[in-house]
């Protein structure tokens, strides 16, 4: 009894962790028990890390884009969720003079959108976000080993099969019916 309590504390102690190089199959496993409101971050090497109840880590030897390409198609298999994709807004600003290989990886990370049109807003208020969704809902972190200012990519999951449209129209349907109701009664 004590060794199963034992073998039960390590392995949850270390629930998100690997070593980066089965990154694919540890992303799987997490995406798969993620929904609507979860947060998915593709971090760069300096992301700080979180020991927040809720905040999910998983290394990855590969880089951003290579990292959001496969994230993005592991979640177009799945009927339940769809990305909003945000990056920051810092990012169009870094010059290729003061961060090598900046102006590669900001063309890369549009590839690797699939279509998928990214969202702008400060680093801060990214962060914000995620610190706000991460009291109710859990977030996972991909860290990856690219060392390049501002190209973390934050994706906040959205219900794949029910728009921000169809959830204004059935709100403004209760509301008239709960008007009628009002106004007549019987």
């Given amino acids: 009894m004590l060794l199963a309590s034992v073998a039960a504390l390590l392995s949850f102690g270390c629930a998100g962790m690997n070593d980066g190089r089965n990154w694919q199959a540890a992303v799987d496993h997490q995406v798969a ?6 947060w998915i971050v593709i971090a760069e090497a300096s992301f700080p890390a979180h020991n927040r109840a809720g905040i999910r880590q998983v290394t990855a030897s590969a880089d951003v884009p290579e990292v959001v390409d496969y994230v993005l198609k592991t979640l ?3 009927e339940n969720v769809k ?4 990056v920051a807004r810092e990012l169009r600003s870094v010059e290729n003079d003061f961060a090598p290989g900046i102006d590669d990886l900001r063309k890369r990370e549009r590839d690797s959108f699939h279509g998928h049109e990214p969202t702008e807003l400060d680093h801060q208020s990214l962060l914000t976000l995620l610190e706000d969704a991460n009291r109710s809902f859990d977030v996972l972190v991909i860290r990856t080993p690219t060392a390049l200012p501002y190209s973390s990519v934050f994706l906040e999951l959205q219900p794949g099969y029910w728009d921000v449209d169809s ?16 106004v007549r009664p019987f």
């Fill in 83 to 86: 990305p909003q994709v945000y």
């Fill in 33 to 38: 028990q993620l929904g609507y409101r979860n």
């Fill in 167 to 182: 959830e204004t129209r059935l709100r403004e349907r209760i509301e008239r019916e709960r008007l009628e109701k009002i």
């Fill in 76 to 78: 177009e298999q799945t």
